[in-house]
């Protein structure tokens, strides 16, 4: 038997990725986007004849009902947020219904429509915040640190207690940031590549940053979905880290960016106050261990190799 899986946020770069590996995995997919948005399906546009698009809003339950009746999946994997952080301080009640409400109008939908539906629940290292320890782990206290680090940690926590009251297959993925060269330009990682890019070709000369000090485990996304589909193959559904284990700044960021097309990071780059966050998180790393055992997951692509693939994209795009 064939197997269907649903994605929503289909549309953005994990979504496209997730969406490639299933569809090598022999299912049929299908992906919800929202009827009154205008849909940038640019990411899918390898696959888009290989996938059926269902209209569906995280903000409105009877459309998710309607959307699970139409795809009957067997797998449902909710990527669909409000996932920009600098976004969430300006759009706080907004972060609140789509990234922690949404997913109870979700889970409800599946306990109703078919409570034999596989769960992924996206989560996210900005749950943790201003850290308890270091590495995080599972079990590791959440502290979030912005709006969108709180809406995450209410969605996280609703899909545990929607498998443990109703016996859900329900899965979080606590991923740590993952980048690719599909991430938005609004992500600092893409912001960097991006702009190296264009100082490269002579375009710019300048290049805007925040917090060059903060801290991150940074890992492929193409790698991450790997994760995330292997939590559903379990018997048991359970939570997961899924980070590299390494961390590096902003400013290492820079120092491999611009040395891979022989510039100093420091003849250009700018630090602007303007991009600082109200409370900053500062060094985020996690520990995968049990998602490397219980999953037999680990990361392919390392720190270096990530941003040079992330700036020789971004050069292969603007020199064509």
């Known amino acids: 038997m064939q197997k269907r899986a649903l994605i929503t946020g289909i549309t953005g770069q994990d979504g496209s990725y997730l969406a490639e590996l299933l569809l090598e995995e022999g299912y049929e997919v299908f992906g919800m986007v929202r009827r009154t948005s205008n849909v940038n399906l640019d990411r899918l546009t390898e696959i888009r004849d290989r996938i059926t698009l269902v209209s569906g809003d995280l903000l409105d339950e009877t459309s998710l009902i309607s959307a699970l009746r139409v795809a009957r999946p067997h797998e449902v994997y909710n990527l669909a947020a409000q996932s920009f952080v600098t976004t969430s301080w300006d759009q706080a009640l907004f972060t609140g219904e789509a990234t922690a409400l949404g997913v109870t109008r979700l889970l409800d939908a599946i306990r109703m429509v078919d409570p034999e539906i596989h769960f992924y629940q996206a989560s996210s290292s900005e749950m943790f915040g201003k850290v308890r320890e ?84 940074w890992g492929f996304a193409g790698d991450y979905v790997r994760a995330m589909w292997a939590m559903l193959q379990q018997d048991q ?73 992330m700036v020789d994209a971004d050069l292969a795009e603007l020199s064509s």
């Open 134 to 217: 270091t590495p995080q782990s599972e079990l590791t206290p959440f502290y979030p640190r912005s709006p969108y680090g709180v809406a995450k940690v209410y969605g996280h926590a609703i899909t545990v207690n929607y498998r443990e009251s109703y016996g859900l297959h329900a899965s979080s993925g606590i991923l740590f940031n993952h980048e690719s060269p599909r991430r938005g330009l609004e992500f600092v990682t893409r912001k960097i590549s991006h702009g190296v890019a264009q100082i490269k070709l002579g375009r710019e000369d300048k290049l805007h940053l925040g917090n060059l000090d903060a801290k991150r485990d």
């Open 237 to 309: 559904p359970d939570d997961y880290v899924v980070a590299t284990g390494e961390t590096h700044s902003v400013r290492e960021f820079c120092e491999v960016a611009f040395s891979h097309v022989g510039l100093n990071f420091e003849d250009h780059v700018v630090v602007d106050k303007r991009f600082f966050r109200p409370a900053e998180v500062d060094l985020l790393i996690g520990d995968p261990t049990k998602a490397r055992h219980a999953l037999s997951w680990q990361p392919s692509v390392d720190f270096s190799r990530l941003v040079t693939m």
